[in-house]
């Protein structure tokens, strides 16, 4: 008996090598042999599924993932996320570190690993805080927490005001080849602010947060990202005058890249509608043609990639006045969706699309991902481009169920999830 798998009459897209087209991926003991239309015949013994009508693509990266555990278990565990994960085609994760206690500590990068072998069923990769418990005064052991498997360092929802600090992070990040990956919001242009600033939010009456938080620290990063010549990454941006921020960065030689969540890319601030919480979010939905500007930004390749920025909260957190709910949204199960509404609309080609889904992401982190090329683990993602569906609170994974997306009309999902060849998620 050989542990082989064919799955055939594919149409495989491979950011990785640039491939699209109609063909085979033949895995044995979780490694894909080949994948494409020159690949050989089954194996013999091998269990071969005929997937016409399927698109396959490296399995899905999300490098922005909020979870519970440890601490806030209630809300989302590393097993419930993975599961959520695995539903939406996603099979590797990055859990940020803002958990009770903060994964500041090399013990508690080896508990969310251990976690995640014992119970996971997707690939698990811990970031690491930037400061001790996230409060932006000393910095964490970025050389033994790096060891001991953290993928980058970030201060979670907590941006770095201290300009001194974030630039002996960035030095010392750079001597340790490790990715800095921060929110940009300015504590002060920021303070009491709970959605976009501009005519809607006055005629809702609530106070506004200014473009300017957002930009005016982001441009003080990527200055201090040239000056140490670090790996620094803008974890979500909102704003066309952040893209251009970005652009202006990369041609004085900085090393950066960026991410915008899909929130950003398919919703916008008109959504809120009446008070509705599950649209409070941090960087607040922004106007329309901002929405646009973050599309073409994506398209042409400004913007990196798209995270979900899943981030679980129950009702004690989320059913308040619009002021005090608490900022967030899950989006691991909705995440792909929701992009390929952007490919359905003829906005941003699925080959770039996948690409910013999975094959960059693993690129910035240094992930074993975000590949079809023989040899390669074999975490695949088989998408029926062309399956309506419903988002029903009810059929939601996550522990928590605050979507933005729910009972929205999507066109399109993950069918099936393999992770190292293993199936672990199937409609």
């Given at each position: ?57 490296p ?71 930037l400061?001790?418990?996230?409060d ?41 080849g ?35 938080a957002?930009?005016?620290p ?41 991410g ?8 916008n ?24 500007a ?134």
């Amino acid at each position: 008996m050989t542990n082989s798998r064919v799955l055939k009459n594919l149409r495989i897209i491979d950011p990785s090598r640039g491939l699209d087209e109609t063909g085979t991926i033949i895995v044995e003991n979780g490694v894909i042999l080949a994948a494409g239309k020159s690949a050989p015949g089954a194996p013999k013994g091998a269990e071969v599924k005929d997937c016409s009508g399927l698109v396959a693509v490296p399995g899905l990266v999300d490098a922005r993932v909020f979870v519970g555990e440890p601490g806030g278990e209630y809300r989302e565990t590393i097993e419930s996320a993975s599961r959520a994960a695995a539903a939406g085609g996603v099979t590797s994760i990055i859990t940020m570190p803002d958990t009770d206690p903060v994964i500041d500590d090399i013990a508690l990068v080896q508990f969310v690993q251990k976690t995640a072998r014992d119970k996971a069923l997707v690939n698990v990769y811990p970031a690491a805080a930037l400061t001790r418990h996230l409060d932006g005064e000393e910095m964490t052991e970025f050389g033994l927490l790096r060891e001991a498997g953290a993928v980058c360092f970030t201060n979670g929802r907590q941006p770095v005001h201290d300009t001194l600090l974030l630039r002996r992070a960035m030095t010392y990040a750079r001597e340790f080849g490790a990715v800095i990956a921060l929110e940009t919001r300015d504590r002060y242009l920021g303070a009491g602010g709970v959605m976009n600033e501009g005519l809607l939010a006055s005629w809702l009456g609530l106070p506004g947060v200014p473009r300017e938080a957002e930009i005016i620290p982001l441009e003080r990063d990527l200055r201090v990202a040239g000056l140490t010549k670090a790996a620094y990454h803008a974890a979500k941006i909102s704003l066309p005058e952040s893209a251009e921020a970005i652009v202006t960065a990369r041609k004085r030689g900085a090393n950066v890249t960026c991410g915008v969540s899909i929130n950003h890319l398919t919703l916008n601030e008109n959504d809120i509608g009446e008070y509705r919480t599950f649209f409070k979010l941090s960087p607040p939905l922004r106007g329309e043609d901002d929405r646009v500007a973050m599309v073409q930004a994506l398209a042409d390749g400004t913007i990196d990639i798209i995270v979900s920025s899943h981030d679980p909260q129950d009702v004690d957190t989320k059913r308040l006045p619009f002021a005090d709910a608490a900022d967030g949204a899950i989006g691991l199960e909705t995440m792909l969706a929701a992009a390929l509404r952007l490919y359905h609309s003829g906005d941003v080609p699925l080959m770039r699309l996948i690409d910013a889904l999975s094959t960059r992401p693993a690129q910035i982190f240094g992930l074993d991902a975000g590949t079809l090329k023989p040899g390669a683990k074999a975490d695949i993602t088989l998408i029926d481009l062309d399956e309506p569906w419903i988002v029903s609170k009810d059929a939601i994974v996550s522990r928590s169920k605050n979507t933005p997306f729910e009972n929205a009309r999507f066109t399109g999902r993950a069918v099936q999830t393999y992770v190292a060849g293993k199936l672990v998620h199937s409609l």
